[in-house]
């Protein structure tokens, strides 16, 4: 091979060129200006700005711009990163967790963060029966919780009953302050504290934003927290944005005409309104950005508590049975629901895990094709006949009827749930669509249990575990019969004792093939009837920098680092 010889001049030329190059581009890199606000639209009000007794996705977006945990997530990579705890090691036995906290770190009235507050959260808060959380779920092994002891002001030590897997993804939840809680604990309940009334004032945190005001039903407003302890390379504290403002605006249709009229920044885009955006992107001074299958999960559960009162025993009867369960998961026209109302931009789902999730996704469960057919032949099966007019009875006469919950302010959700409807008409199910605010749902399915059917969703993860509060027979949020003394059925055993295996297991290939066969077991017994995935869609005025979103992380994971390009200009 001929070898290239340069002559001294000439390398002593290429240096100094590159040199200049490097130059200009450090040059070139402009440092972002704090200030600017952005406006992002909630489709729901919260119910709650205390993170740890909260139980929907609206509040938690709402408090994660307030609170901080010891770890988080990386919304591009998924990888755990530090956060308040800039580092840790665990012990050879895999039985204790050292964590080392950040000394810099005060909370937004300036008072310093300290071990006592981690302590505090989980000893004082969470472990405390009387309070009503998920956490305890997702941070329990074999119903025996964590233990966190304080070694010194910036050094504390995780001790679990068993070998615990996934403590990084469990222990990231927010961290509250011990001085301003500990304080009111002997005066009011915690499971109300820090409510939709309370002063903004008294809400304090370690993240980015602080709670200017809300304002019931029309908006929450933040501002930037002066005291937040992360900085740029230009050792600039961040955030730089100066203000973050969530309208509230239920109706999906307001929401986008909002967006198109440049009063909304980020707009949660549905499949429909992918061509009428894509159009005028460019003259509309945004982008649109499609960032895969979304990581939420949306289907259909069936009420199968026998301790709630006001449930038909009959009904009961029926949604106790797996053959119902997979009749109803035939008559499901994904394909036409994915054509026809997410305009191409969805996808098929069967399993619990989104397939975003690639590293514990199962491709291989049970998949239950549109046919109606199939679902006839199994309600038959159950005994299930048809009466003169058409409907279907069971053996007693009991006509073949249930009430079908879904969101009020979910047109996507109304949608899909009428094309259920006409196909169960087909088989002769009568189904009766009830449009209830997303509130009034939630406590039906967590208070009262008070419903037969809802269609409705769950945001997810990368990590199986974090989604223990809703698998566990023992579980908070285990929607169709929640917080069993004992499993009730086989097949929900399995599933706690692959919960309970899968979190003390170290070895990854070990711990995938467990939560293989829980997918296999969800979508064999169906508890949830999955339907359809959207594909995560924003359109993003281009009018901020650092805009990364992925269907992970959302359009703002990354919102201390997000920027207006011209503070000054709206």
């Known amino acids: 091979m001929r070898r290239v010889r340069f002559k001294k001049s000439t390398v002593l030329t290429l240096f100094v060129f590159v040199g200049l190059l490097l130059s200009l581009s450090v040059r070139a890199e402009k440092k972002p200006a704090v200030g600017g606000r952005m406006v992002i639209a909630l489709s729901n009000d919260i119910k709650t700005f205390n993170p740890i007794t909260a139980n929907d996705a609206y509040s938690s977006t709402i408090y994660g711009y307030i609170f901080e945990g010891l770890v988080r997530s990386n919304g591009i990579t998924t990888e755990i990163e530090p956060n308040l705890a800039k580092s840790w090691e665990i012990s050879e036995d895999k039985l204790t967790w050292t964590f080392h906290l950040r000394d810099d770190v005060k909370w937004s009235d300036g008072v310093t963060f300290t071990a006592d507050d981690v302590v505090f959260t989980f000893n004082t808060l969470v472990a405390d029966p009387k309070i009503i959380t998920s956490w305890r779920d997702v941070l329990s092994v074999e119903g025996k919780m964590i233990r966190v002891e304080k070694v010194d002001d910036y050094t504390i030590r995780v001790i679990t009953p068993t070998p615990f897997a996934t403590l990084l993804w469990q222990i990231g939840g927010e961290i509250l302050p011990k001085h301003i809680i500990e304080k009111d604990l002997g005066q009011v309940d915690f499971n109300t504290y820090w409510n939709l009334d309370s ?35 230009w050792e600039t504290r961040l955030p730089y944005l100066e203000e973050v403002i969530f309208p509230i605006i239920p109706d999906p249709d307001t929401r986008l005409l909002k967006f198109k009229n440049g009063e909304l920044d980020i707009y949660g885009m549905r499949g429909q309104d992918y061509p009428l955006l894509k159009k005028k992107e460019k003259a509309g001074g945004y982008v649109i950005y499609n960032c895969g299958p979304d990581f939420g999960k949306s289907f259909i559960v069936f009420n199968q508590n026998p301790t709630a009162e006001k449930l038909d025993p009959d009904k009961l009867k029926w949604f106790t049975d797996v053959r119902f369960r997979r ?20 996808y098929p789902q069967y399993s619990p895990m989104s397939m975003s999730a690639k590293t514990f996704y199962n491709p291989s469960v049970r998949r239950y094709k549109y046919d109606l057919r199939e679902s006839a032949r199994l309600l038959r099966e159950m005994g299930f006949r ?49 449009p209830l605010t997303f509130s009034v749902i939630v406590e039906k399915l967590d208070v009262s249990h008070d419903f037969e059917a809802v269609f409705i969703g769950l945001t997810g993860g990368v990590e199986p575990n974090s989604g223990k509060n809703v698998w566990m027979s023992s579980g908070r949020l285990h929607m169709w019969y929640p917080r069993q003394k004992k499993p009730a059925t086989s097949w929900e055993r399995e599933i706690d004792r692959i919960f309970d295996q899968g979190v003390q297991e170290f070895d990854q290939a070990k711990r995938k093939a467990l939560y293989d066969q829980w997918q296999e077991i969800a979508a064999d017994k169906l508890p949830f009837i999955y339907t359809v995935a959207s594909a995560e869609l924003f359109a993003i005025r281009n009018k901020f920098g650092n805009i990364k979103p ?21």
């Open 199 to 233: 002063d903004p004032k008294t809400i304090v945190g370690t993240g980015p934003f602080i709670l200017e005001r809300y304002i019931p039903s029309q908006k929450v407003v933040f501002k930037r927290n002066p005291n937040y302890w992360r900085k740029d390379k």
């Open 327 to 346: 009749a109803i998961a035939h008559a499901i026209d994904k394909e036409s629901i994915i054509d026809n109302i997410y305009n191409t931009l969805g």
């Open 386 to 434: 048809k009466n003169s007019e058409g409907w279907l009875e069971d053996k007693n006469g009991k006509r073949l009827e249930f009430q079908f919950l879904v969101s009020s302010s979910s047109s996507v959700g109304i949608k899909v749930a009428n094309y259920l409807l006409d196909d169960l008409k087909k088989i002769g199910i009568k189904m009766d669509l009830k």
């Open 550 to 570: 992925t269907a992970y992380g959302g359009a703002t994971h990354n919102i201390t680092e997000i920027y207006l390009k011209q503070v000054g200009k709206p």
